[in-house]
């Protein structure tokens, strides 16, 4: 599995981070290719090599045409309608989604309205962004401290505000868990894109790979005592004893105000579209109610798919988000024929050798085929298994 650690020792921004991943090679003609079908106005983007603080580093100069402002629901129209691979169409709504949520935060509405945001160039950086890391084949993210700016103001269109970081980047830098380190900065080391990009594909903590590649990114300012840059670095993680590691994210949700039978189906739902697990556990809420937690394990980038589906299928507002990291055990299917009829058999290779476990499914076909009770047909499948793997 392919893993980036994000290095923002000097904050990060929409253009650095596109830029950072075209240093580490993500094909920039794939980049522009891919934003050509988004209906954009038209525009160019081109690479340079510049030094910032003594760093050599890509810049991404963006130039648009004729400017104009997107809002958070046009913005998700405009990639929905992109024909984007699937995982980039989902980091770019998972990132639009926080830039939506940290100005809303920020301002104190349900609706925010987008300016600097929610401009071209904003689009351009978060699909780009999100081609990049699918060019580079990056399955995982991870991001363990977040540099922002002290004492800066910016000039926005709502006038002078703290850059240090900016309201709505502050919003999704706390809502997303990252740490912050706060230093001396003369402008705006964290821009809302930036935050909401970081928040869509990586997860808050440290982070251990073998390093196979690394890039850096410039911002547009060239400060005299900061590099104005951002470092990224692909590589892979290492499995534990022979194991697969793969990181995932658990979605969960309180409910109190389903039947039963209601809950068990929204636990089936998310088995039907595809989690790795999902299950009900009892809890006990405010003022003594029972209620339920339902909890599903997914991979990382199909958290904003499954968090639709649990506002959807059930009556929860709010769905919370854990990363989660796995060691599974290799696996393969066999098929056993036993005397009843071929039966699947999954193996799994464990420190130690293998272990084999009949597919139940079909223990239970032959179960209603036969006529006998499934606990029989199973004790009897696993004898004749076992005889017939013994030396």
Not at 34 to 42: C, F, H, K, T, Y
Not at 66 to 90: F, I, K, N, W
Not at 233 to 239: E, I, K, N
Request: aromatic content about 4%; overall charge negative.
């Amino acid at each position: 599995m392919t893993s980036l650690v994000f290095d923002c020792f000097s904050g990060i921004a929409g253009d650095m981070t596109i830029a950072a991943l075209v240093d580490a090679g993500a094909p920039l003609e794939d980049l522009v290719a891919g934003l050509a079908g988004l209906g954009l106005p038209p525009f160019t983007l081109a690479a340079e090599r510049v030094v910032r603080g003594g760093i050599e580093a890509s810049y991404l100069r963006v130039a648009v045409e004729h400017e104009r402002t997107y809002q958070p629901d046009e913005m998700r129209a405009v990639v929905c309608g992109g024909s984007l691979p699937a995982r980039v169409e989902a980091r770019a709504l998972a990132a639009i989604g926080w830039l939506e949520k940290g100005e809303a935060l920020a301002h104190n509405t349900d609706r925010p309205h987008l300016h600097e945001a929610g401009g071209v160039d904003a689009l351009i950086d978060i699909v780009g962004s999100m081609l990049a890391l699918e060019a580079l084949g990056v399955e995982d993210a991870a991001c363990p401290v977040v540099t922002v700016g002290s004492g800066t103001i910016a000039r926005t269109e709502h006038g002078p505000i703290p850059a240090a970081p900016g309201p709505a980047a502050a919003h999704i830098l706390q809502q997303a868990g990252f740490a912050v380190r706060f230093v001396e900065s003369a402008h705006e080391l964290v821009t809302p894109t930036g935050a909401a990009i970081l928040a869509a594909v990586a997860r808050p903590g440290a982070a251990t790979i073998t390093i196979t590649g690394q890039g850096t990114g410039a911002g547009a300012f060239d400060p005299p005592n900061r590099p104005n840059a951002l470092r990224v670095f692909l590589g892979t993680q290492p499995a534990a004893a022979g194991l697969i590691t793969r990181e995932l994210v658990e979605l969960a949700a309180n409910i109190d105000d389903m039947p039963p039978s209601l809950l068990a189906h929204a636990r089936d739902r998310m088995m039907e579209e595809g989690a790795l697990d999902a299950w009900l556990e009892p809890i006990g809420m405010k003022k003594g109610r029972a209620a339920s937690k339902l909890c599903v394990l997914v991979p990382t980038e199909e958290e904003g798919r499954f968090a639709a589906l649990f506002l959807r299928e059930t009556t929860t507002l709010g769905v919370r988000v854990t990363a989660a990291r796995r060691h599974e055990a290799p696996r393969r299917f066999e098929t056993f024929n036993s005397s009843l009829g071929p039966v699947r058999v999954k193996v799994a290779t464990v420190p130690g050798g293998e272990r084999r476990t009949l597919e139940f499914e079909d223990v239970k076909a032959i179960a209603a085929a036969q006529g006998l009770p499934a606990i029989e047909v199973q004790r009897m499948l696993e004898a004749e298994l076992e005889q017939r793997i013994r030396p």
